[in-house]
């Protein structure tokens, strides 16, 4: 491979709290690491890959120069925007006017959400739900209305109209997310899936915030299908929203951006954007999209992609010879992998709260899925060197899940 995705990185010290092990959630706080094992950072969601080179180049050249006064977006900050959803996924008509700074898909999701829907109003989303979808909008006093996605005949999750339907009317819902790739699932929906939901959406004015953070991580060689282009309709009626921080390992850096069509729509998003008088960007994020968003970019992506559909397919193919009572789907993006362990802790005897300590005893920091609304679940980080992969799943082979 051209790219570097075997070296193991040491983050401590670097401000780094997947490898400085800060802000677990929940009872995993009192977990604590036994001597003899080191850590292996399997929770939050970052990568522990070195970015690729085109970022810190960009970075170092920029920083080279001592002024570090007001600026604006420069026309190569848009242009590459829009050569880079061109080329990845297809996308025309793109311009200029249609994409915005956000400081976070998070705070662009809450600025949407003011501009579709009342403080107090209902919102529709799916579970298992993304933490950050939770507490974001929770804490600005919206009620999330969830859908549960169910599994089909062949396993795969999918979304259940019939009951989005019922909660849209009963609740009186005309606000609803996506989460496109699926997070924590890491489904990467289809067309047609899309255009039924979107015309679900259509048929009952629900607006449609469209997180698309994940869209670059693809496993397997899938597609991603922008929510917005599925039909003229759900190109008006959808905010979407995009950054390279998950794609590039970028989140320390803040930097986010929309994409709306609708210029109604765009101008009530960024009035709610600009109350806070702190939604500007960083010159320097700015040097790190030009960078990521390059051919080098490009290239670096669809080696990462391969290296996490390898590092998946052993973890998948790891838990299915040797985890009894573990499930799971197999996700088609992103690099997270969402295990039920319902059935393994009911045969065992073991709550969820021991499983995942015993896990966290052998140095595997893993995350508690509870936050996720999975009962039962853990969600585990595979963006990381695949040897780390498999000292982690050996751990938890010898020490948690089959320990004598």
């Known amino acids: 491979m051209r790219f570097d995705f075997t070296t193991i990185m040491d983050r401590r010290g670097k401000d780094s709290i997947a490898a400085d092990c800060k802000a677990f959630p929940g009872a995993l706080a009192d977990a604590a690491v036994r001597e003899g094992f080191d850590t292996i950072p399997m ?4 990568m522990n890959f070195p970015t690729v080179p085109a970022v810190t180049e960009a970075i170092i050249k920029r920083a080279s120069h001592p002024a ?12 590459s925007i829009i050569r880079w959803h061109k080329k990845r996924n297809g996308v025309e008509g793109l311009s200029r006017e249609h994409i ?30 993304y933490i950050g ?4 909008l929770e804490n600005c006093g919206y009620r999330l209305v969830r859908s549960p996605l169910v599994k089909d005949s062949e396993g795969i999750w999918r979304m259940d109209l019939e009951d ?15 989460c496109s790739p699926h997070n924590p699932l890491g489904r990467v929906w289809e067309k047609e899936e899309l255009l039924e939901a979107m015309e679900l959406f259509k048929k009952h004015d629900v607006y449609v915030i469209s997180d698309e953070i994940w869209s670059d991580l693809l496993l397997y060689k899938n597609r991603h299908i922008p929510t917005q282009s599925v039909s003229e309709d759900a190109r008006r009626r959808t905010a979407a929203f995009y950054a390279p921080s998950k794609t590039f390992n970028l989140a320390g850096l803040v930097g986010s951006y929309h994409v709306i069509y609708n210029k109604a729509l765009r101008d009530r998003i960024e009035k709610e954007s600009s109350l806070s008088h702190y939604n500007s960007m960083n ?5 790190a999209l030009i960078g990521a968003y390059s051919e080098e970019g490009e290239a670096w992506v669809d080696e990462l992609c391969e290296v996490l559909s390898e590092n998946m397919d052993y973890a998948c193919n790891y838990i299915d010879e040797h985890f009894k009572g573990v499930s799971y ?6 690099y997270m992998l969402f295990l039920d362990c319902s059935r393994w802790c009911e045969d065992n005897g073991v709550t969820i709260d021991e499983l995942q300590a015993a896990g966290i005893e052998v140095g595997v920091i893993w995350q508690d899925g509870r ?3 999975g009962p039962c679940h853990i969600r585990l980080n595979l963006a990381l060197p695949l040897s780390r992969v498999k000292e982690a799943f050996d751990r938890l082979d010898r020490f948690v899940f089959n320990r004598e």
Do not use: Q
């Open 329 to 334: 789907a197999r996700p088609e993006g992103t």
């Open 100 to 129: 915005g700074y956000e400081n976070g898909v998070l705070g662009g999701v809450v600025s949407a959400a003011a501009a579709m829907t009342p403080r107090g109003g209902n919102i529709l989303v799916h579970s298992p739900t």
């Open 371 to 373: 936050p996720f609304h």
């Open 164 to 178: 989005m339907e019922r909660k849209i009317v009963s609740e009186k819902i005309h606000t609803a997310i996506l």
């Open 68 to 79: 570090f006064g007001y600026f604006a977006p420069t026309d190569e900050y848009f242009d």
């Open 133 to 136: 979808f939770t507490g974001s």
């Open 283 to 287: 010159v320097l994020s700015m040097h």
């Open 43 to 46: 929770w939050v969601a970052d």
